[in-house]
């Protein structure tokens, strides 16, 4: 299994801002994906995570807007950046330890954008 | 594209009483997820499947591959099992997107003590 933690649990930020989520695994992970949950809405996958590359975005989500980092194979960051009220959701990391196993997701951060 | 649909979309139910909650989709997989996301945002993978039956505690997953179907059972229901219950299904050449995961809305279930 895998224990995920994310930094902040919450915030509350004024638009135009950028804010950075944190997010470490307890052990070694080579897949490492970042989601986004709107009000209301079902899970959206934002990007994968590679260690050491560039992230791969999915369609509607753009590096400029979430730049994601991943320095190591237990650790990542997403940043929301120039942000507006639309922003305003649930940012959860997930990570999957090998292709066709189990998937376990973060405490998530809840972002609310004024 | 997979399409997962999950009902009820909201249940209330008084403590002690048998739940189930549905999961449809349209296009063969490979695994089949159960989730519970607490209000706090936070989500736990209840179960992996795919085929058959699981339990886990009060918790049973079953899956029909044929009828594309499962279901999530919790018996002896509880307060504390106040969540939202999310299915996603994995397609077989990792549809969706690079996860390979297509999500359901989820049903926000509520247990009256």
């Known amino acids: 299994s895998a224990v995920i933690s994310q930094k902040p649990s919450r915030d509350i930020c004024q638009r135009g801002t950028s804010l950075t989520i944190q997010c470490q695994v307890d052990?070694?992970?080579?897949?490492m994906f970042w989601y986004r949950q709107q009000p209301g809405q079902s899970l959206t996958l934002i990007a994968t995570a590679n260690q050491g590359s560039e992230a791969t975005y999915e369609s509607g989500f753009v590096i400029d807007k979430f730049p994601i980092s991943r320095p190591n194979l237990t650790f990542s960051t997403l940043t929301v950046s120039n942000m507006s009220p639309e922003d305003s959701s649930i940012y959860l990391c997930?990570?999957?330890?090998?292709?066709?196993?189990?998937?376990?997701f973060g405490p998530g951060t809840r972002l609310t954008v004024t | 594209k997979n399409e997962v649909e999950q009902s009820p979309q909201n249940l209330t139910a008084q403590e002690g009483e048998f739940i189930t909650i549905n999961c449809s989709y349209s296009?063969?997989?490979?695994?089949l997820h159960w989730l519970q996301q607490h209000p706090g945002g936070g989500i736990v993978s209840l179960f992996m499947l795919s085929s058959g039956k699981k339990k886990h505690g009060r918790l049973i997953a079953t899956i029909n591959i044929q009828e594309k179907h499962s279901s999530l059972h919790i018996t002896a229901s509880h307060p504390r099992d106040s969540a939202v219950y999310i299915c996603?299904?994995?397609?077989?050449?990792?549809?969706?997107?690079?996860?390979?995961?297509?999500f359901g809305k989820g049903t926000h279930l509520i247990i009256q003590p």
């Open positions: 052990s070694q992970v080579t897949m």
């Open positions: 996603a299904v994995r397609g077989p050449r990792g549809g969706g997107g690079a996860d390979g995961l297509t």
């Open positions: 997930s990570v999957r330890l090998a292709r066709g196993r189990e998937q376990y």
């Open positions: 296009v063969g997989i490979s695994a």
